[in-house]
Nanobody, 132 residues
């Protein structure tokens, strides 16, 4: 069972990146998928989530309108399209998967039960650096 985040890199402010979260060893269809990020010295924060049931999407206020989460169950991959990137978006980005049907709703309200460490499957991170 594995989740692999990729697609990070160096981009100038205002630029775009698309992150991918590829799942192997389990059926992604049944899982809510979340993206988190962590800046050195700070706690990991929730960024976005897409539900398993109806594909509903959720975003943290800091990224709403700039980031778009989507899923391709046939490819067992979830994407995070990041546009209009800002230096404060610089972080290591992680994806996670969980079977709980309300996981996205819990993440939206910052429930401790939806902290990154509580998710069923958690991937390694990919570095995103936004700098001129």
């Amino acid at each position: 069972v594995q989740l692999q985040a990729s697609g990070g890199g160096l981009v100038q402010p205002g630029g775009s990146l698309r992150l991918s979260c590829a799942a192997s060893g389990f059926t992604l269809d049944y899982y809510g998928i979340g993206w988190f990020r962590q800046i050195p010295g700070k706690e990991r924060e929730w960024v976005s989530c897409i539900s398993s049931s109806d594909g509903s999407t959720y975003y943290a206020g800091s990224v709403k309108g700039r980031f778009t989460i989507s899923r391709d169950n046939a490819r067992a991959t979830v994407y995070l399209q990041m546009n209009s990137l800002k230096p404060e978006d610089t972080a290591v980005y992680y994806c996670a998967a969980d079977l709980r049907s309300l996981i996205c709703a819990m993440a939206t309200v910052l429930s401790p039960d939806a902290n990154f460490g509580s998710w069923g499957h958690r991937g390694q991170g990919t570095q995103v650096t936004v700098s001129s």
